[in-house]
């Protein structure tokens, strides 16, 4: 096992156990984004810094500044998604809000033939049914009525931004690692900033305090700063098809976490949708990218760019 593959598997998991490390923080969902995005934000850039300084290199920012937006734009998409994820966990729990989260990835696959002039093929449409019906077993199984349809409805807006995340993040070829990670993360606390600001949900610091601090620390920092640098550092070593089907390590912990730490309830029929939504979420960009046809010679077409590409 590489030492990228290890820190990538370490983001995963770390990434996973945000809704549990959130559950100890006892603010509302946008001050816990805001204080996240701001430690996140410090951190990346002092290690954006530090990088910088030693290699001497320009930064690609710089000379590609149409795509510097485009990552700024993401970010910004970013910071809100997080904003209604946060708020979904405090509403139908950690395992149930992730997994309706990560219906965005396969938001972006619907909509990649106009988006991107992507060919959507048998196997993603297939991979698609399967989230759906994944999803529709895992709302329905609400233990007797207690799914509340508000957090729902945010898990379905984290959804769509985190789509949004992706599409503009796909227009930011020639910028990544550290520094990608650092304009969409300062640009997640600056929305976030403002939502704050405009709605007066400014967190107090003893309020922080009060909170847990061990646990704000530990999602700002190590979660969301440590995180996204070992997530985008690792990103440009390895596979592609290796990232698409592992980078499904997250939700999957989330769910499993939930149910370890939290409690959470997990029956036969959520764990079966959960499989649906995992599976042919990640069947979609493992095996989407081609069509094959029968006959003596199985022959490929041309693979396109997958979704999975787009986040590497």
Same mark, same amino acid.
């Given at each position: 096992?590489?030492?990228?593959?290890?820190?990538?598997?370490?983001?995963?998991?770390?990434?996973?156990?945000?809704?549990?490390v959130?559950s100890a923080?006892?603010?509302?969902s946008?001050?816990?984004?805001?204080?996240?995005?701001l430690?996140?934000?410090?951190?990346?850039?002092?290690?954006?810094?530090?990088?910088?300084?030693?290699?001497?290199?320009?930064?690609?920012?710089?000379?590609?500044?149409?795509?510097?937006?485009?990552?700024?734009?993401?970010?910004?998409?970013?910071?809100?998604?997080?904003?209604?994820?946060?708020?979904?966990?405090?509403?139908?729990?950690?395992?149930?809000?992730?997994?309706?989260y990560?219906?965005?990835?396969?938001?972006?696959?619907?909509?990649?033939?106009?988006?991107f002039?992507?060919?959507?093929?048998?196997?993603?449409?297939?991979?698609?049914?399967?989230? !759906? /019906?994944?999803?529709? =077993?895992?709302? &329905?199984?609400?233990?007797?009525?207690?799914?509340? $349809? +508000?957090? *729902?409805?945010? #898990?379905?807006?984290?959804?769509?931004?985190?789509?949004?995340?992706v599409?503009?993040?796909?227009?930011?070829?020639?910028?990544?690692?550290?520094?990608?990670a650092?304009?969409?993360?300062?640009?997640?606390?600056?929305?976030?900033?403002?939502?704050? !600001? /405009?709605?007066?949900? =400014?967190?107090? &610091?003893?309020?922080?305090v009060?909170?847990?601090? $061990? +646990?704000? *620390?530990?999602l #700002?920092l190590?979660?969301?700063?440590?995180?996204?640098?070992?997530?985008?550092?690792?990103?440009?070593?390895?596979?592609?098809?290796?990232?698409a089907?592992?980078g499904?390590?997250?939700?999957?912990?989330?769910?499993?976490?939930?149910?370890?730490?939290?409690?959470?309830?997990?029956?036969p029929?959520r764990?079966?949708?959960?499989?649906l939504?995992?599976?042919?979420?990640?069947?979609?960009?493992?095996?989407?990218?081609?069509?094959?046809?029968?006959?003596?010679?199985?022959?490929a077409?041309r693979?396109?760019?997958?979704?999975?590409?787009?986040?590497a």
């Open positions: 096992m590489s030492r990228s593959f290890k820190k990538y598997l370490a983001s995963l998991l770390m990434f996973g156990s945000n809704g549990i959130a923080i006892a603010l509302p946008s001050e816990v984004v805001l204080t996240r995005t430690l996140g934000a410090l951190l990346l850039v002092a290690a954006l810094a530090v990088s910088n300084h030693r290699s001497g290199a320009r930064l690609a920012s710089l000379d590609h500044p149409r795509q510097a937006a485009s990552l700024a734009v993401s970010g910004a998409a970013l910071g809100i998604s997080w904003i209604f994820l946060f708020a979904a966990y405090r509403l139908i729990g950690v395992g149930v809000a992730t997994l309706a990560y219906i965005g990835p396969v938001i972006v696959m619907a909509l990649s033939p106009v988006l002039r992507e060919h959507l093929t048998p196997v993603k449409l297939m991979g698609f049914a399967a989230v !759906v /019906a994944g999803a529709f =077993l895992v709302v &329905a199984q609400g233990g007797a009525g207690s799914i509340n $349809p +508000a957090g *729902l409805a945010l #898990g379905g807006m984290a959804a769509i931004m985190y789509a949004a995340m599409v503009f993040s796909k227009r930011a070829s020639d910028v990544g690692g550290v520094e990608a650092t304009i969409q993360i300062v640009a997640s606390f600056a929305a976030v900033a403002v939502y704050s !600001v /405009a709605t007066g949900q =400014l967190p107090a &610091a003893s309020a922080l009060s909170a847990d601090l $061990p +646990a704000v *620390l530990t #700002g190590v979660n969301t700063g440590l995180g996204c640098y070992l997530y985008f550092s690792a990103m440009g070593d390895l596979p592609v098809q290796r990232v089907v592992f499904y390590l997250e939700p999957l912990s989330a769910v499993v976490l939930s149910a370890l730490v939290l409690g959470e309830a997990m029956g029929v764990i079966l949708g959960a499989a939504i995992i599976g042919g979420a990640a069947s979609c960009e493992l095996f989407g990218n081609k069509t094959f046809h029968l006959g003596r010679r199985a022959r077409l693979p396109v760019a997958s979704g999975a590409a787009a986040r």
